[in-house]
């Protein structure tokens, strides 16, 4: 057999030459100039001549992670100046996604004389021009999709417009780019934010985003920041995975569930070294999390065994419009067809969240249904809707009718044969050479042949399968499928995973699924 290493260049299907280049430990002297945003000096000078002239500044961001990291950047970047600037998150049910006409008169009756949009504004054409005509100014630091028409803001970043690459970042990560350019140096911090948000935002780890991304982890290895290891747990590995698992949905569950002036907390939390303001913004974000799950498991707990026999799923819940994404697609997971799930907002309302995979665009059934839709957003497999209930109906008829004709495609997924023996910390570092893993650049399956079932181990409560391998590997099968022991032998396949328990370290292989034989 070949070697480990072999194996993996062959998965990614690299030759000796680009692998050599592939580990080189990137800096941020490696990273692109901040120059490549065409319109970056206009920007940069434009806010230091605003802060020369003492103008009201506020940031205007998003609920997600990304938005909320973009914010926390944009507001370190200023205070980092000695300069007040305020900030602004949009209330998902009451504001929606963007900045509105509402807003920007209650900012103008405040006195705000600029408002920075970060995470959203480059699709906002009135809103802009309505500013402009009431004498303010605009700057916009955005990642999404650009109309054909731009807004009419002297002032723009985004990563396509702006012609700093072919491959899209986060908003996070262009706020970043912006603050080296303000500040006049790479700030470390900023930099794990905006790694922070890239991972959230499943933004392709390749070219720059890979290398900020590297960046970002070694400088949180390094400086071990307290309000990001918090959230993180002191027992985990600091690695891309456990920043999307175990970071990211805690930070995306504020914006999901708090819709009152608690959620500026949230900046607050990524703007201060005061452990014990960090301690009890930690328990917060932690029991506002810890709701979030619990919501998500009630509402994934209903019945739906009405649509066993349905090509795909559209239900009402009476849930918190921010979970409705979560649970469609824990549904879509469960049940493999497309998922719509709702819920009522006023005036007869519905607002909610579609989920699909391979087969079924989003985008090309809000066109099919577009008829009964008040407004839509989002990409091949998820989106964001709204329509009024009066259309339910004859939308549901839609939703089922489309899902007939674009059923699921399913892909096979490409592994890499292992023995027993091959599960070492060794290989794990080998591994890890290869990453940080996420979109674009994904953590390879592996396969282990002939397990005799009779040598699973399981764990006091018998509801995991831990079985020692050697002194320092374990099989690892979380809630396992009774179904695993029908057979005398089976196929595992799952992946690496370093443990770190009491300064001991092991290496485990985490089954995810199994092949009777």
Not at 366 to 387: C, K, R
């Amino acid at each position: 057999m070949k070697t480990f290493l072999d194996r993996l260049k062959e998965y990614y299907k690299i030759d000796d030459f680009e692998f050599n280049e592939l580990i080189k430990e990137p800096s941020f002297s490696s990273l692109p100039s901040s120059k490549r945003f065409s319109n970056i000096d206009k920007v940069v000078e434009f806010l230091k001549d605003s802060i020369k002239n003492n103008k009201k500044i506020l940031i205007y961001g998003d609920y997600d992670c990304d938005g909320i990291m973009s914010i926390s950047i944009i507001y370190n970047m200023f205070k980092k100046e000695g300069f007040p600037v305020g900030f602004y998150i949009p209330n998902r049910e009451k504001d929606g996604y963007g900045l509105t006409i509402n807003n920007i008169n209650r900012f103008h009756a405040l006195g705000y004389e600029v408002i920075i949009c970060v995470d959203n504004g480059i699709t906002l054409i009135d809103e802009i021009n309505y500013l402009n005509s009431l004498g303010m100014e605009s700057v916009i630091l955005d990642h999404h999709h650009a109309l054909n028409e731009l807004p009419a803001s002297k002032y723009i970043l985004h990563p396509v417009v702006s012609g700093f690459g072919q491959i899209n970042m986060s908003a996070g990560e262009v706020c970043f780019y912006l603050s080296r350019e303000f500040l006049g140096y790479d700030d470390e911090y900023l930099c794990t934010l905006a790694m922070i948000s890239t991972i959230s935002d499943l933004m392709e780890l390749k070219s720059y985003n890979r290398d900020l991304v590297k960046i970002g982890l070694k400088c949180l290895k390094e400086n071990k920041y307290i309000n990001i290891m918090r959230l993180l747990g002191e027992d985990k590995e600091i690695i891309s995975e456990n920043i999307g698992s175990f970071v990211a949905p805690k930070i995306n569950a504020i914006g999901r569930i708090v819709n009152d002036e608690k959620i500026y907390g949230i900046v607050r939390y990524f703007a201060t070294d005061d452990e014990n303001k960090i301690s009890a913004r930690a328990e917060w974000i932690e029991e506002v999390n810890e709701e979030r799950k619990l919501m998500t498991f009630e509402a994934t707990n209903e019945d739906y065994s009405l649509f066993e026999n349905q090509n795909a799923i559209i239900k009402i819940l009476d849930i918190n419009e921010g979970i409705c994404g979560l649970i469609a697609n824990k549904l879509v997971s469960e049940f493999n067809k497309p998922v719509i799930i709702l819920t009522k907002a006023s005036n007869g309302i519905l607002k909610g969240s579609i989920r699909a995979k391979n087969g079924f665009d989003v985008n090309k059934f809000f066109s099919f249904s577009s008829e009964y839709l008040l407004s839509y957003g989002g990409h091949s497999m998820a989106g964001g809707l709204v329509l009024l209930q009066k259309d339910f109906d004859n939308f549901s008829k839609k939703f089922l009718e489309y899902s007939e004709h674009h059923k699921f495609i399913c892909v096979e997924e490409d592994f890499i044969n292992i023995n027993l023996n091959e599960i070492t910390k060794e290989n794990y570092y080998t591994l890890s050479l290869f990453g940080p893993f996420g979109q674009g650049n994904k953590n390879p399956l592996f396969k282990i042949d002939n397990f005799k079932t009779s040598e699973f181990q399981y764990s006091k409560d018998k509801k995991h399968i831990i079985t020692k391998v050697t002194m320092n590997s374990n099989l690892v099968y979380f809630s396992y499928d009774e179904k695993i022991n029908l057979s005398k032998n089976v196929s595992l396949l799952g992946h690496f995973s370093i443990n770190n328990y009491k300064g001991y370290q092991s290496c485990q292989f985490i089954i995810n699924s199994f092949e009777n034989k």
